[in-house]
């Protein structure tokens, strides 16, 4: 999945800056897992969606994600959570950006004929897809869940 500053976000230059001085890209994209996030991810993710109030505040927060490794709070949002919701978005938006319906792909690698050639090809490609969907889907309900749960905490 790549992940990019938004060009809406006022502060993009100054976070762009903040990245470069620390010889990360303001666009990165990351391998998601069945099993766990990347190394990185997280605090990438915080940054890029984090709404500040002042361009003051974005060194600041880089050094908190990324020098010192901390989750800072911002406007009473944990920064985990921040990432945490930009992640979800991110796993929907690319669950609907797949042209066909999973339904379809499911049977058509279900019916992967063998020989190799042109159908194979298609089932497997199909397999793919719906793996990564299986991947997306399992992402964006845990990110869920682990929102669920610092919402909670903080309740």
Not at 21 to 41: C, M, Q, Y
Not at 81 to 104: E, R
Not at 106 to 133: C, T
Not at 139 to 150: D, H, S, Y
Request: charged share 20%; aromatic share 6%; proline share 4%.
């Amino acid at each position: 999945m790549t992940f990019t500053l938004s060009s809406k976000d006022k502060y993009k230059h100054a976070k762009q800056q903040a990245l470069a001085a620390r010889n990360i890209p303001s666009s990165e994209t990351f391998s998601v897992r069945i099993d766990a996030l990347p190394a990185g991810l997280m605090p990438y993710l915080a940054f890029c969606a984090a709404e500040l109030w002042s361009a003051a505040e974005v060194e600041q927060l880089a050094v908190q994600l990324f020098d010192e490794g901390t989750c800072p709070v911002l406007n009473g949002v944990s920064c985990e959570q921040i990432a945490l919701t930009a992640l979800v978005q991110q796993c929907k938006a690319a669950q609907q950006a797949y042209p066909q319906q999973q339904d379809a792909d499911k049977q058509l690698a279900a019916s992967v004929p063998g020989g190799g050639g042109f159908l194979q090809r298609v089932g497997l490609m199909a397999a793919i897809r719906v793996r990564e969907r299986q991947i997306l889907s399992r992402t964006e309900f845990v990110a869920q869940q682990r929102i669920r749960e610092l919402k909670r905490a903080k309740a």
